[in-house]
């Protein structure tokens, strides 16, 4: 046996590792660790030369023949390969993809996203990969933007809670087991408050609106030991992220102490030159790039030359590259890239990717997300026409989305425009579409189902809308599936206008004049604006993208098989040009609204409707006033006073009633998803604490005041839904 040097000797530390193998490194080779390049062009070449450390969206035996060969060039130093696995591993045909996180967020359940995440590892390391660009911290707050299906909501607190789990899902107790994957938290920061919804442009925030509501959910990663940090593609006051120190260096690793490392977005530092008009070169944005804290760079081809180049011209400095080379080195050593190797084990893909205990827990995870926006029949409101009653005979279903695969799975899964891995798609059979799913319970009900898809989404072809009129008038009731498909959702496909495209609309009030009961179910990215809907439909039912059991799950709620639980974590606007809604408004003069319109959302956050009712009452306070340091037991009495059992999401939001500087008038602190059976009552406890109380002051720091504070208890962000208590915090 060959001796060992100190670097591959798995008994020593990582330091010690890393310290000796850079000690070994050429300032090229350091630089080309530097690099994550898109796998798709010339990877062996740059392998080879070593001008690469990373690769994103390749997948398969070609990772496995590059890692080879990597092992076999200089050092061999292994690589590292990426990818973007959102809502399962979307890009391998057959993965189990899972609802989106959008969709997800609406079970307020964090043991569903930690559940994901390690599915989603375990099949991501069979196939060859290592790390997922995920979780999104985003906060959506503009429904125009095309990525706000990626994203957990609009809530800071609920944002770092299920990001948290799924960070949890992904990397185990630590990237050293060999079941764990990297997981990577983006777009650091800000991205989504992108001015007008448009991918990308200028995001106007102050630092405190910052550190009040965008950086908390990032905050709570570093505190998950989420291992690496994505930049985020704008500027914030005229700074790009990519190269923002304040934000990179001084806030994630000196004050939240990040150990982890940072990649930047997609060839972000190349376009602070061609679309920012930042630097008059490529060349120029590197050495800001690295000394803002980047460790590795996504996609900016250029990047290697110009790297070695300013470092040659004595404008780039040494220190930077190694410091930045030597976080992505031990990086490599802990996930245990030099030892267990990490070959993915190709032979168990079969087994193992899309494996019947994979796809198990899809269904509980749909049926949980599912959101019941409305049971109220316009005509009759005391009538509910859901769960559909055994009498029903004769359905129609209809609309675009009711057996449209790509549209159910959503983003960042075949058909969606990022990768280009578009191989295929996943078995039809692996997807059940509420085409399938109403089809399995009709049968078995001797229910008769008439099919007509009615329209489509993205052309204004009518031509097919008499037919499905028709059905309609001769059933029992009619099932119309809508929402938007992936042409009209994601990066760079953000919206001027949120409505149901195409012939939707037309397919919607040509079965509505028929008379016949209708039962709206969306399948769509995000919120649309839909006040016709809400007006007219006799039941909604909001599903998002699903995930690959969806239709399952949609029947099941239809037929009464299952009880919606879910509550919306984004607020539905009911004209694009109301935004923003979101709950966590700044109380303003004249009413915060436009002259002609309402203020309030269509739907608000938190809300959601379930076929049993719950009561609240007897919110009580252990103490009416606090000194400085302590905390509160807030309780509430929440009764199952329906026909059925049911998990209700007690929601306890906060107002510091008069604070110096402008505060929300509503701040989610806390919730809890109980499940009661019918009339049972529960005692709900919350503790809020000291920290609770503050809020962001104008240096950046937290401040707590004295005075008056009001907690609001309920089943959504709603006024009428809340109960309210007052406490002081004592001036002493
Ligand atoms: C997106 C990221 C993604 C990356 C790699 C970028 O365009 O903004 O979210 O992780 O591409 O696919």
């Not at 040097?5 to 000690?23: A, C, F, G, K």
Request: proline residues 5%; hydrophobic residues 35%.
């Amino acid at each position: 046996m060959p001796e060992l040097l100190p670097y591959q000797d798995r008994e020593l530390s990582v330091e010690r590792r890393t310290e000796d193998l850079m000690s070994r490194m050429t300032v090229e080779e350091m630089v080309g660790q530097l690099v994550q390049a898109d796998g798709r062009k010339q990877a062996a070449e740059q392998v080879r030369d070593g001008r690469v450390g990373s690769f994103l969206h390749i997948l398969g035996p070609t990772t496995l023949e590059l890692q080879k060969l990597a092992e076999k060039t200089g050092l061999g130093i292994p690589l590292l390969f990426g990818i973007d696995a959102i809502h399962g591993h979307g890009f391998w045909e057959g993965a189990t993809v899972f609802p989106t996180q959008l969709s997800l967020s609406c079970s307020w359940n964090p043991e569903l996203l930690e559940v994901m995440g390690r599915i989603t590892a375990k099949e991501m390391l069979c196939t060859g990969l290592h790390w997922t660009f995920s979780p999104v911290l985003c906060l959506a707050r503009d429904m125009r933007w095309g990525r706000v299906g990626e994203t957990f909501g609009e809530d800071p607190h609920l944002l770092g809670v299920l990001g948290k789990a799924l960070v949890r899902g992904y990397q185990g107790n630590s990237i050293s087991d060999p079941d764990s994957v990297i997981a990577c938290a983006k777009h650091f920061a800000g991205y989504s408050e992108t001015v007008g919804g448009r991918d990308a442009s200028e995001a106007e925030l102050s630092e405190r609106k910052l550190r009040t509501y965008f950086l908390p959910p990032f905050h709570e990663m570093v505190k998950a030991g989420c291992k690496s940090f994505m930049t985020a593609y704008q500027c914030i006051d005229g700074v790009a992220c990519v190269v923002n120190r304040w934000l990179l260096t001084d806030v994630l690793r000196g004050e939240w102490g990040f150990q982890g490392f940072v990649v930047t977005d997609w060839n972000n530092v190349g376009r602070t030159h061609t679309e920012q008009g930042l630097y008059a070169s490529i060349e120029e944005a590197v050495p800001p790039s690295l000394r803002a804290g980047n460790d590795m760079i996504m996609v900016t081809p250029e990047f290697y030359d110009a790297a070695l180049s300013q470092l040659r011209k004595g404008k780039l400095a040494k220190e930077d590259v190694e410091l930045a080379c030597r976080r992505v080195l031990s990086h490599k050593f802990e996930f245990g890239l030099f030892d267990h190797k990490r070959y993915p084990p190709l032979n168990k893909v079969p087994e193992v990717v899309g494996s019947p205990q994979h796809r198990e827990p899809l269904l509980r995870c749909a049926l949980e997300s599912i959101v019941l926006l409305k049971n109220e029949r316009p005509e009759n409101a005391s009538k509910r026409i859901l769960p559909l009653s055994s009498n029903i005979r004769h359905l129609a279903l209809l609309g675009p989305n009711a057996d449209d695969i790509l549209a159910q799975l959503g983003d960042w899964s075949f058909g969606s425009g990022q990768a280009g891995l578009n191989t295929g798609g996943h078995p039809r059979h692996l997807v059940s579409t509420v085409r399938d799913g109403v089809r399995e319970k009709a049968r078995t009900r001797a229910i008769t189902v008439d099919y007509e898809r009615g329209c489509d989404v993205m052309s204004d072809d009518l031509s097919h809308i008499a037919r499905a009129a028709e059905l309609a008038a001769a059933c029992d009731v009619a099932i119309v599936v809508v929402g938007d498909v992936l042409a009209q959702i994601g990066e760079t496909r953000d919206r001027y206008e949120l409505d149901l495209t195409g012939g939707q609309m037309p397919l919607l009030e040509a079965v509505k004049k028929t008379g016949t009961p209708l039962v709206v179910v969306l399948i769509n990215s995000k919120p649309l604006c839909i006040p016709w809907v809400a007006e007219h439909a006799d039941a909604i039912i909001e599903a998002f993208n699903p995930g690959m059991r969806g239709g399952e799950a949609i029947a099941e709620i239809l037929f009464g098989e299952a009880n919606p639980m879910g509550k919306l974590t984004v607020s539905f606007p009911a004209a694009v040009g109301q935004q923003p809604v979101y709950y966590q408004q700044i109380p303003g003069w004249h009413g915060n609204k436009h002259n002609n319109y309402t203020n309030k959302p269509l739907f608000a956050f938190g809300y959601g409707l379930s076929y049993t009712t719950y009561t609240s009452d007897r919110l009580e306070l252990s103490r009416r006033e606090l000194r400085r340091g302590e905390s509160v037991e807030v309780s509430v009495n929440v009764k199952n006073s329906g026909g059925r059992p049911g998990t209700e999401i007690v929601q306890l939001y906060l107002n510091d009633v008069f604070s110096s500087l402008s505060t929300p008038e509503k701040t989610l602190k806390a919730y809890q998803r109980v499940h009661l059976e019918r009339g049972q009552t529960e005692t709900v406890r919350f503790q809020l604490t000291p920290e609770d109380l503050s809020f962001i002051g104008r240096d950046g720091r937290p401040l707590t005041e004295p005075g008056e504070f009001e907690v609001m208890v309920g089943s959504s962000s709603r006024d009428e839904d809340l109960l309210r208590a007052r406490f002081t915090l004592l001036d002493e």
